[in-house]
């Protein structure tokens, strides 16, 4: 099955605490990209990668690190996670940067202390 | 999921009724435009999309309308059904630029 996973799914930590939010996708995508998901916000998006080794800084990158290794997975790393970053984060592939279709992971909701 | 909904414009709708959500965008240079939905608990999935040489496409059930004149988008849903129930957000893109996606709609079905 095509899709985009995401883990952990849930995760309660406290300031300072370095964290990893992993994501894969099976669809052999280039484009890569993680949000966070705000009430009142919407979607912003943190960083994005248009291909192996290629990263590159969205609207809201303070705070947050990525790597792309491998095409397939994309992690997202808090290195002192901070209360203002308790947040509802999504995962999103697709084939290129401008092609129409984005699948999303299915969220990953975290709390920080 | 349910705290994404917070402080979200909410349209109740009877079961079977048609749906009309509606978006503004402020970017007249932007081309590209897509409706997602997302239910509670889930990541926001794709529904449809028009580029801005269209005024009109549809699905199976849905409609996207576009007036540029405006900047003005909407999702239209026939025949709602319970399963439609969900968060509905637009996204915009200029040429290659990232997606910038609107704040959503809360569509709540009434059985």
């Known amino acids: 099955e095509a899709q985009v996973t995401q883990n952990p799914r849930y995760l309660i930590t406290v300031t300072g605490k370095k964290l990893t939010v992993t994501c894969s996708q099976n669809?052999?995508?280039?484009?890569m990209s993680w949000y966070r998901q705000d009430p009142g916000l919407g979607l912003r998006q943190i960083y994005y990668s248009m291909n192996v080794e290629v990263t590159d800084k969205g609207d809201v990158p303070e705070g947050y690190k990525v790597s792309r290794k491998e095409k397939r997975n994309f992690p997202l790393i808090l290195e002192s996670p901070s209360p203002n970053q308790t947040s509802l984060y999504f995962c999103?592939?697709?084939?290129?940067?401008?092609?129409?279709?984005?699948?999303f992971g299915p969220g990953t909701r975290l709390t920080v202390l | 999921g349910e705290s994404v909904g917070l402080h979200l414009p909410t349209l109740s709708v009877q079961e079977g009724d048609n749906s009309i959500i509606n978006c503004a965008y402020s970017?007249?240079?932007?081309?590209?435009f897509i409706w997602y939905k997302q239910e509670s608990g889930k990541g926001p999935q794709f529904i449809i999309d028009i580029r801005s040489n269209m005024d009109k496409r549809q699905g199976q059930r849905v409609t996207v309308l576009l007036n540029k004149t405006v900047k003005h988008l909407s999702l239209q849903i026939a025949a709602t059904q319970p399963g439609d129930s969900a968060v509905y957000f637009c996204?915009?893109?200029?040429?290659?630029?990232?997606?910038?996606f609107g704040k959503g709609t809360r569509l709540s079905v009434i059985a």
């Open positions: 669809m052999n995508h280039e484009y």
């Open positions: 996204a915009e893109r200029e040429g290659n630029t990232p997606l910038v």
């Open positions: 999103a592939s697709s084939f290129s940067h401008n092609t129409d279709t984005q699948y």
């Open positions: 970017n007249s240079a932007s081309d590209y």
